[in-house]
Structure formats: structure tokens, C-alpha cells
């Protein structure tokens, strides 16, 4: 095996250990900053949700506040919002810099997307049903669990493996300004020292990464979809 990579990329092996550590880097970004996201961003979209005029608990001076939160971070681009953020991070964490400083900005970046593909999500659950649930006596909370999130889990599935996929793209990103990670290997050993074997392994590492979340996402996504199908049937 080792002789396989000394002939494929020589120059990857040369620096097997700092891009095992570059690796490492970006799981731990992704992870931690994933976590954080979801648990966010799921909650921010039921908010909205449930605030708007026409929802279940209306209430417009919460609904317009977060709905210009929202807008606001997503309109920024990431690599400006890292930048924006430093004193911030620095403020909270210490530091700006390594996987530590990239998570406030990561979180930032993919918090206000995800918020926005959880309130797509939730707007496509059947208003009768909701109605039908509300005629039962279910109060609010029974409502987003049982009804909202409950129906509408296939397409808080697919939502989701969008933002994972988003959040990979963000953690390379994160790398052009001293967050670790592939993103800062594939800059600092690949492009800024001409090995564009290291820049290949990254761009196919990547890739995978992104094909096995899809497969993922619309593996478990198409499970409960039948699952809910079958459910109603019977």
C-alpha cells in the first residue's frame, strides 16, 4: 500500500501526517459545528413556523426578528463573515484561528441556511391535518412533534443532507484563513507548493465525502417516505 501511494502521490506521502491531522481537522469542524447547526437551525425554523401570521402561535414582533436575523447572515458571504466574526470568536473562544475559532463562523454561516430549509420543510405538512390535530385538543407542543416534525421528517432528511453537504463546502472554505483542515492542506501543501497530487487526493476525498452523504440523505429519506406511506394505508 505504502509503495502504491509513493507512485500515485509522492508528494501526499511526504506529508501522510500533517494530511491525517488536516483530516482530522475538518471531521471535528463538521461534526461539532454540524451538531450545533441542526439543534439551531431545526429550532429557528419551527419558530418561524409557528410565529407566522398564519401559524399555530402567531406572534410578529419573534417572527420578524428572527426572519431579519436570518437575512442578514445569509446575505453575507461565508469568506466575508469569517473575517466579520474574528473579534467575536476571539472574544468567546480566545482564539480565531485552528478548528476552535472556525466553529462560531461555521455555525454563523450554516445556522441561518439550514433555518431556511427546515421552514421549506415544515410549510409542505398537510394544514388539514394540523387542523384535524388542533380540533383533537393537541396544544403547541403536541403540534410541531406530533404533526410538523413528524410528517414532515423525509424532507427534514433531505434538508438536512443539503446542509451537511453545504457545511463540507464551509469547513474548506474555513482553511483559506487559518481554520486547518483539507481546505488549508490542499492550499498550503497543494496549490501554494505546486503538488497538484495533494490537491487531487483532496478534491476526490471531498467528492466522496459528498457522494456518500447524498446516498445517505436519500437512502433514509426514501425509507421513511414509504414508511409514511405505508402507515396511512393502513
Same mark, same amino acid.
Given at each position: 500500500?505504502?509503495?502504491?501511494?509513493?507512485?500515485?502521490?509522492?508528494?501526499?506521502?511526504?506529508?501522510?501526517?500533517?494530511?491525517?491531522?488536516?483530516?482530522?481537522?475538518?471531521?471535528?469542524?463538521?461534526?461539532?459545528?454540524?451538531?450545533?447547526?441542526?439543534?439551531?437551525?431545526?429550532?429557528?425554523?419551527?419558530?418561524?413556523?409557528?410565529?407566522?401570521?398564519?401559524?399555530?402561535?402567531?406572534?410578529?414582533?419573534?417572527?420578524?426578528?428572527?426572519?431579519?436575523?436570518?437575512?442578514?447572515?445569509?446575505?453575507?458571504?461565508?469568506? /466575508?463573515?469569517? $473575517?466579520? +466574526? *474574528?473579534?467575536? &470568536?476571539? #472574544?468567546?473562544?480566545?482564539?480565531?484561528? =485552528?478548528?476552535? !475559532?472556525?466553529?462560531?463562523?461555521?455555525?454563523?454561516?450554516?445556522?441561518?441556511?439550514?433555518?431556511?430549509?427546515?421552514?421549506?420543510?415544515?410549510?409542505?405538512?398537510?394544514?388539514?391535518?394540523?387542523?384535524?390535530?388542533?380540533?383533537?385538543?393537541?396544544?403547541?407542543?403536541?403540534?410541531?412533534?406530533?404533526?410538523?416534525?413528524?410528517?414532515?421528517?423525509?424532507?427534514?432528511?433531505?434538508?438536512?443532507? /443539503?446542509?451537511? $453537504?453545504? +457545511? *463540507?463546502?464551509? &469547513?474548506? #472554505?474555513?482553511?483559506?484563513?487559518?481554520? =486547518?483542515?483539507? !481546505?488549508?492542506?490542499?492550499?498550503?501543501?497543494?496549490?501554494?507548493?505546486?503538488?497538484?497530487?495533494?490537491?487531487?487526493?483532496?478534491?476526490?476525498?471531498?467528492?466522496?465525502?459528498?457522494?456518500?452523504?447524498?446516498?445517505?440523505?436519500?437512502?433514509?429519506?426514501?425509507?421513511?417516505?414509504?414508511?409514511?406511506?405505508?402507515?396511512?394505508?393502513?
Amino acid at each position: 500500500m505504502d509503495d502504491f501511494f509513493k507512485r500515485v502521490a509522492p508528494n501526499l506521502y511526504s506529508y501522510r501526517r500533517r494530511f491525517w491531522q488536516s483530516v482530522d481537522q475538518t471531521v471535528q469542524m463538521f461534526c461539532i459545528a454540524g451538531v450545533i447547526s441542526f439543534a439551531l437551525g431545526l429550532f429557528l425554523g419551527v419558530v418561524l413556523t409557528v410565529t407566522k401570521d398564519d401559524g399555530i402561535k402567531p406572534n410578529r414582533f419573534i417572527h420578524l426578528l428572527i426572519n431579519t436575523v436570518v437575512n442578514v447572515f445569509r446575505s453575507i458571504p461565508f469568506i /466575508i463573515l469569517l $473575517i466579520f +466574526l *474574528i473579534p467575536m &470568536t476571539r #472574544m468567546i473562544v480566545g482564539t480565531a484561528i =485552528g478548528v476552535t !475559532g472556525a466553529i462560531i463562523p461555521l455555525v454563523f454561516g450554516t445556522v441561518p441556511f439550514f433555518t431556511r430549509q427546515v421552514e421549506a420543510a415544515l410549510a409542505g405538512v398537510d394544514e388539514g391535518k394540523v387542523e384535524a390535530a388542533r380540533s383533537m385538543g393537541s396544544g403547541t407542543m403536541g403540534l410541531i412533534f406530533r404533526v410538523y416534525l413528524h410528517e414532515a421528517v423525509p424532507d427534514l432528511i433531505r434538508v438536512t443532507t /443539503i446542509t451537511a $453537504i453545504s +457545511l *463540507i463546502g464551509l &469547513t474548506t #472554505m474555513a482553511g483559506a484563513v487559518g481554520a =486547518g483542515g483539507i !481546505g488549508s492542506f490542499a492550499i498550503n501543501y497543494g496549490q501554494g507548493q505546486n503538488h497538484q497530487d495533494i490537491v487531487n487526493v483532496c478534491v476526490i476525498i471531498l467528492l466522496v465525502v459528498v457522494i456518500i452523504l447524498q446516498t445517505l440523505g436519500n437512502f433514509l429519506a426514501k425509507r421513511t417516505t414509504n414508511r409514511a406511506l405505508f402507515s396511512k394505508k393502513h
